[in-house]
Protein backbone atom coordinates (compact mmCIF):
# COMPACT_ATOMS: atom_id res chain seq x y z
CA UNK A 1 0.00 0.00 0.00
CA UNK A 2 1.11 3.35 -1.04
CA UNK A 3 0.69 5.96 1.47
CA UNK A 4 0.61 9.83 1.89
CA UNK A 5 4.11 11.19 2.58
CA UNK A 6 4.01 14.70 1.20
CA UNK A 7 2.82 17.86 3.13
CA UNK A 8 3.03 21.00 0.66
CA UNK A 9 4.58 24.56 1.83
CA UNK A 10 3.43 27.44 1.52
CA UNK A 11 4.87 28.69 -1.58
CA UNK A 12 3.85 25.45 -3.25
CA UNK A 13 7.68 24.44 -3.62
CA UNK A 14 8.57 22.76 -1.02
CA UNK A 15 7.31 20.00 1.72
CA UNK A 16 8.49 19.47 5.60
CA UNK A 17 11.10 16.95 5.59
CA UNK A 18 14.18 15.83 8.36
CA UNK A 19 16.58 18.56 8.85
CA UNK A 20 14.38 21.21 6.86
CA UNK A 21 15.04 19.47 3.75
CA UNK A 22 12.39 19.41 1.05
CA UNK A 23 10.77 16.17 1.14
CA UNK A 24 10.08 14.05 -2.39
CA UNK A 25 8.31 10.25 -2.32
CA UNK A 26 9.37 8.14 -4.93
CA UNK A 27 7.74 5.10 -5.88
CA UNK A 28 10.62 2.23 -7.55
CA UNK A 29 10.65 -1.06 -8.58
CA UNK A 30 13.22 -3.34 -7.68
CA UNK A 31 15.31 -3.05 -11.09
CA UNK A 32 18.48 -2.12 -12.28
CA UNK A 33 16.01 1.32 -13.68
CA UNK A 34 16.15 2.54 -10.18
CA UNK A 35 20.35 2.07 -9.81
CA UNK A 36 21.21 6.13 -10.06
CA UNK A 37 17.64 6.47 -7.53
CA UNK A 38 19.80 4.76 -5.11
CA UNK A 39 23.12 5.71 -5.77
CA UNK A 40 22.03 9.40 -5.09
CA UNK A 41 20.22 8.61 -2.20
CA UNK A 42 23.40 6.79 -0.68
CA UNK A 43 26.09 8.75 -1.78
CA UNK A 44 23.97 11.76 0.04
CA UNK A 45 23.82 14.17 -3.71
CA UNK A 46 19.82 14.42 -2.90
CA UNK A 47 20.70 15.59 0.64
CA UNK A 48 23.54 17.50 -0.98
CA UNK A 49 20.55 19.56 -2.92
CA UNK A 50 18.42 19.98 0.05
CA UNK A 51 16.51 17.31 -0.45
CA UNK A 52 15.08 14.04 1.13
CA UNK A 53 14.16 11.80 -0.64
CA UNK A 54 11.93 8.88 0.55
CA UNK A 55 11.84 5.53 -1.37
CA UNK A 56 8.16 3.20 -1.76
CA UNK A 57 8.86 -0.32 -3.10
CA UNK A 58 6.36 -1.17 -5.36
CA UNK A 59 6.28 -4.31 -8.06
CA UNK A 60 4.99 -2.99 -10.88
CA UNK A 61 4.70 0.82 -11.80
CA UNK A 62 1.20 0.59 -12.66
CA UNK A 63 0.44 0.12 -9.43
CA UNK A 64 1.82 3.04 -8.55
CA UNK A 65 -0.25 4.84 -11.03
CA UNK A 66 -3.44 5.32 -8.50
CA UNK A 67 -1.10 7.31 -6.15
CA UNK A 68 0.60 9.08 -8.36
CA UNK A 69 -2.85 10.26 -9.54
CA UNK A 70 -4.30 11.44 -6.02
CA UNK A 71 -1.31 13.11 -5.00
CA UNK A 72 0.14 10.52 -2.76
CA UNK A 73 3.31 10.24 -3.82
CA UNK A 74 5.34 12.62 -5.96
CA UNK A 75 6.53 10.61 -8.74
CA UNK A 76 7.39 6.96 -10.06
CA UNK A 77 10.96 5.91 -10.65
CA UNK A 78 11.79 3.51 -13.38
CA UNK A 79 8.12 3.67 -14.40
CA UNK A 80 7.19 2.19 -17.61
CA UNK A 81 6.87 4.49 -20.32
CA UNK A 82 3.55 2.55 -22.30
CA UNK A 83 1.62 2.94 -19.48
CA UNK A 84 2.00 6.72 -18.13
CA UNK A 85 1.82 7.62 -21.96
CA UNK A 86 -1.23 5.82 -22.24
CA UNK A 87 -3.05 7.14 -19.56
CA UNK A 88 -2.27 10.61 -20.25
CA UNK A 89 -3.44 9.93 -23.44
CA UNK A 90 -6.46 8.54 -22.12
CA UNK A 91 -6.53 11.47 -19.80
CA UNK A 92 -6.64 9.73 -16.74
CA UNK A 93 -3.06 11.17 -15.50
CA UNK A 94 -1.23 14.35 -16.70
CA UNK A 95 2.07 13.49 -17.12
CA UNK A 96 5.48 15.28 -16.87
CA UNK A 97 9.11 13.29 -17.31
CA UNK A 98 11.49 14.23 -14.94
CA UNK A 99 14.29 12.43 -15.79
CA UNK A 100 15.41 9.51 -18.25
CA UNK A 101 15.78 6.00 -16.26
CA UNK A 102 17.44 3.94 -18.55
CA UNK A 103 17.52 3.05 -22.51
CA UNK A 104 17.87 -0.83 -24.02
CA UNK A 105 21.28 -2.38 -24.20
CA UNK A 106 22.31 -5.44 -25.53
CA UNK A 107 21.54 -8.53 -22.90
CA UNK A 108 19.85 -6.79 -20.48
CA UNK A 109 16.10 -7.91 -21.47
CA UNK A 110 16.08 -11.96 -22.59
CA UNK A 111 13.66 -13.92 -23.53
CA UNK A 112 14.17 -16.96 -21.57
CA UNK A 113 13.70 -20.72 -22.28
CA UNK A 114 14.41 -23.54 -19.75
CA UNK A 115 17.53 -25.44 -20.44
CA UNK A 116 16.00 -29.11 -21.80
CA UNK A 117 13.04 -26.76 -23.70
CA UNK A 118 12.04 -27.59 -27.28
CA UNK A 119 11.54 -23.91 -28.18
CA UNK A 120 14.51 -23.74 -29.92
CA UNK A 121 14.06 -20.75 -32.21
CA UNK A 122 11.86 -17.34 -32.22
CA UNK A 123 9.58 -18.86 -34.43
CA UNK A 124 9.24 -21.99 -32.17
CA UNK A 125 7.72 -19.51 -29.57
CA UNK A 126 4.58 -18.63 -32.08
CA UNK A 127 1.26 -19.39 -30.00
CA UNK A 128 3.50 -20.71 -26.68
CA UNK A 129 2.97 -18.96 -23.11
CA UNK A 130 5.41 -16.10 -22.79
CA UNK A 131 5.35 -14.16 -19.17
CA UNK A 132 5.92 -10.35 -19.06
CA UNK A 133 5.63 -8.06 -16.73
CA UNK A 134 2.45 -5.93 -17.64
CA UNK A 135 0.45 -6.90 -20.82
CA UNK A 136 -0.10 -5.06 -23.45
CA UNK A 137 3.41 -3.05 -22.36
CA UNK A 138 6.99 -2.08 -23.35
CA UNK A 139 7.77 -5.95 -23.14
CA UNK A 140 5.11 -6.71 -25.83
CA UNK A 141 5.51 -3.67 -27.69
CA UNK A 142 9.33 -4.51 -28.26
CA UNK A 143 9.36 -7.79 -28.57
CA UNK A 144 6.48 -7.77 -31.21
CA UNK A 145 8.62 -5.25 -33.29
CA UNK A 146 11.32 -7.96 -33.32
CA UNK A 147 9.21 -10.93 -34.00
CA UNK A 148 7.49 -8.71 -37.18
CA UNK A 149 11.37 -8.09 -38.21
CA UNK A 150 11.82 -11.48 -38.06
CA UNK A 151 8.53 -12.29 -39.86
CA UNK A 152 7.33 -14.64 -37.04
CA UNK A 153 4.48 -15.19 -35.28
CA UNK A 154 3.58 -13.91 -32.08
CA UNK A 155 3.27 -15.83 -28.58
CA UNK A 156 0.36 -15.63 -26.29
CA UNK A 157 1.43 -13.51 -23.14
CA UNK A 158 1.00 -13.82 -20.01
CA UNK A 159 1.50 -11.37 -16.65
CA UNK A 160 3.40 -12.62 -14.18
CA UNK A 161 5.31 -10.32 -11.86
CA UNK A 162 9.28 -10.05 -12.30
CA UNK A 163 10.00 -11.79 -8.79
CA UNK A 164 7.61 -14.91 -10.09
CA UNK A 165 9.17 -15.45 -13.45
CA UNK A 166 11.31 -17.68 -12.28
CA UNK A 167 9.38 -20.08 -10.28
CA UNK A 168 6.35 -20.15 -12.95
CA UNK A 169 9.23 -21.10 -15.67
CA UNK A 170 10.56 -23.66 -13.25
CA UNK A 171 7.42 -25.50 -12.80
CA UNK A 172 6.53 -25.37 -16.34
CA UNK A 173 3.49 -22.90 -16.05
CA UNK A 174 4.80 -20.83 -18.85
CA UNK A 175 7.42 -21.62 -21.69
CA UNK A 176 9.24 -18.72 -21.44
CA UNK A 177 9.69 -15.84 -20.16
CA UNK A 178 10.68 -12.03 -21.18
CA UNK A 179 12.74 -11.05 -18.42
CA UNK A 180 14.85 -7.69 -17.20
CA UNK A 181 17.93 -7.33 -15.27
CA UNK A 182 18.19 -8.57 -12.24
CA UNK A 183 16.07 -11.26 -13.06
CA UNK A 184 17.15 -12.07 -16.41
CA UNK A 185 21.03 -13.06 -14.92
CA UNK A 186 19.06 -14.81 -11.83
CA UNK A 187 16.67 -16.92 -13.48
CA UNK A 188 19.68 -17.94 -16.24
CA UNK A 189 21.80 -18.37 -12.60
CA UNK A 190 19.55 -20.35 -10.75
CA UNK A 191 17.44 -22.49 -13.25
CA UNK A 192 20.14 -22.21 -16.24
CA UNK A 193 17.89 -20.92 -18.51
CA UNK A 194 18.59 -20.47 -21.86
CA UNK A 195 18.46 -17.13 -23.69
CA UNK A 196 16.07 -17.66 -26.98
CA UNK A 197 16.48 -14.04 -28.02
CA UNK A 198 18.24 -10.62 -26.78
CA UNK A 199 14.46 -8.49 -25.78
CA UNK A 200 16.98 -5.35 -26.79
CA UNK A 201 18.12 -6.62 -30.58
CA UNK A 202 17.12 -4.65 -33.56
CA UNK A 203 15.02 -2.75 -34.32
CA UNK A 204 14.45 -1.86 -31.08
CA UNK A 205 18.28 -1.10 -29.65
CA UNK A 206 18.87 1.58 -27.71
CA UNK A 207 15.14 2.65 -27.11
CA UNK A 208 13.71 3.97 -23.99
CA UNK A 209 12.13 2.01 -21.61
CA UNK A 210 11.41 3.87 -18.36
CA UNK A 211 12.11 7.16 -16.79
CA UNK A 212 11.04 9.37 -13.60
CA UNK A 213 7.55 10.32 -14.05
CA UNK A 214 5.88 12.77 -11.90
CA UNK A 215 2.27 14.76 -12.71
CA UNK A 216 1.40 18.20 -14.24
CA UNK A 217 -0.05 19.44 -10.75
CA UNK A 218 3.35 18.72 -8.93
CA UNK A 219 5.68 19.40 -11.27
CA UNK A 220 3.97 23.25 -11.81
CA UNK A 221 4.68 24.02 -8.32
CA UNK A 222 7.64 22.18 -7.11
CA UNK A 223 10.38 23.55 -9.91
CA UNK A 224 13.24 24.33 -7.73
CA UNK A 225 12.93 21.03 -5.84
CA UNK A 226 12.38 18.62 -9.22
CA UNK A 227 15.60 20.63 -10.56
CA UNK A 228 17.52 19.54 -7.45
CA UNK A 229 16.32 16.13 -8.12
CA UNK A 230 17.61 16.18 -11.48
CA UNK A 231 21.18 17.65 -10.69
CA UNK A 232 21.58 14.56 -8.04
CA UNK A 233 20.48 12.00 -10.68
CA UNK A 234 22.13 13.46 -13.57
CA UNK A 235 25.06 13.54 -10.69
CA UNK A 236 24.55 9.92 -9.92
CA UNK A 237 24.27 8.62 -14.03
CA UNK A 238 27.73 10.44 -13.99
CA UNK A 239 29.04 8.10 -11.27
CA UNK A 240 27.46 5.43 -12.97
CA UNK A 241 28.64 5.56 -16.41
CA UNK A 242 32.37 6.42 -15.10
CA UNK A 243 32.58 3.31 -12.33
CA UNK A 244 29.76 0.97 -13.17
CA UNK A 245 30.98 -1.09 -10.13
CA UNK A 246 29.37 0.85 -8.61
CA UNK A 247 25.94 -0.39 -10.08
CA UNK A 248 26.95 -3.67 -9.48
CA UNK A 249 27.66 -2.67 -5.87
CA UNK A 250 24.40 -0.53 -4.89
CA UNK A 251 22.20 -3.71 -6.77
CA UNK A 252 22.15 -6.24 -3.98
CA UNK A 253 21.21 -3.11 -1.40
CA UNK A 254 17.62 -2.90 -2.92
CA UNK A 255 17.01 -6.02 -5.13
CA UNK A 256 17.03 -9.50 -4.54
CA UNK A 257 19.97 -10.28 -6.58
CA UNK A 258 23.17 -11.09 -4.65
CA UNK A 259 26.56 -9.46 -4.98
CA UNK A 260 27.80 -12.42 -7.29
CA UNK A 261 25.13 -12.24 -9.46
CA UNK A 262 25.66 -8.46 -9.69
CA UNK A 263 28.74 -9.01 -10.78
CA UNK A 264 27.38 -10.72 -14.06
CA UNK A 265 24.84 -8.67 -14.72
CA UNK A 266 24.18 -6.75 -18.26
CA UNK A 267 23.50 -3.33 -17.68
CA UNK A 268 21.31 -0.75 -19.24
CA UNK A 269 22.26 2.62 -20.87
CA UNK A 270 21.70 5.51 -18.02
CA UNK A 271 21.07 8.66 -19.88
CA UNK A 272 22.90 11.82 -18.38
CA UNK A 273 20.23 14.20 -20.18
CA UNK A 274 16.51 13.69 -21.76
CA UNK A 275 16.08 13.29 -25.50
CA UNK A 276 12.88 14.07 -27.26
CA UNK A 277 13.96 12.38 -30.50
CA UNK A 278 14.94 9.09 -28.82
CA UNK A 279 11.81 9.21 -26.91
CA UNK A 280 9.78 9.97 -29.90
CA UNK A 281 11.18 6.57 -31.37
CA UNK A 282 8.70 4.90 -28.51
CA UNK A 283 5.81 6.63 -29.19
CA UNK A 284 6.09 6.18 -32.85
CA UNK A 285 5.88 2.45 -32.21
CA UNK A 286 3.33 2.62 -29.43
CA UNK A 287 1.35 4.58 -32.30
CA UNK A 288 2.09 1.99 -35.06
CA UNK A 289 1.03 -1.21 -32.59
CA UNK A 290 -2.01 0.60 -32.14
CA UNK A 291 -1.00 1.07 -28.30
CA UNK A 292 -1.79 5.27 -28.77
CA UNK A 293 -4.85 6.16 -30.90
CA UNK A 294 -3.15 9.83 -31.40
CA UNK A 295 0.45 11.42 -31.27
CA UNK A 296 1.63 12.96 -28.07
CA UNK A 297 5.13 14.68 -29.03
CA UNK A 298 7.11 13.85 -25.67
CA UNK A 299 8.88 17.30 -26.07
CA UNK A 300 5.88 18.43 -24.46
CA UNK A 301 5.97 16.37 -21.35
CA UNK A 302 9.42 17.15 -20.49
CA UNK A 303 10.46 18.75 -17.18
CA UNK A 304 13.15 21.33 -17.78
Known sequence: MLMAATACGDDGDSSSGTGGRETVTVAALPLVDCAA?????????????????????????????????????????????????????????????????????????????????????????????????????????????????????????????????????????VDAVHAVEPYDSAIQDELKARVLVDGASAPVEAIPLSGYISTG???????????????????????????????????PTYTKVTKEQAESIDLPVFPPVMDATQLTRLTDLMEKQGMLKKPIDPATLLVK
Open 37 to 173: LYIARDRGLFEKEGLDVRIQQIQQSLQALPALAKGQIDMVASANYVTYLQAHEKGTLDIRIVAEAIRAAPRMMDVLVPEDSDIKTVADLAGKKLAVNVLNNVQSLTFDEILEKQGVGRPDYRAIPFPQMGAVLDKGQ
Open 217 to 251: DYTDGHGTTLAAFQRAIRAAVEIAENDPSVVRDTL
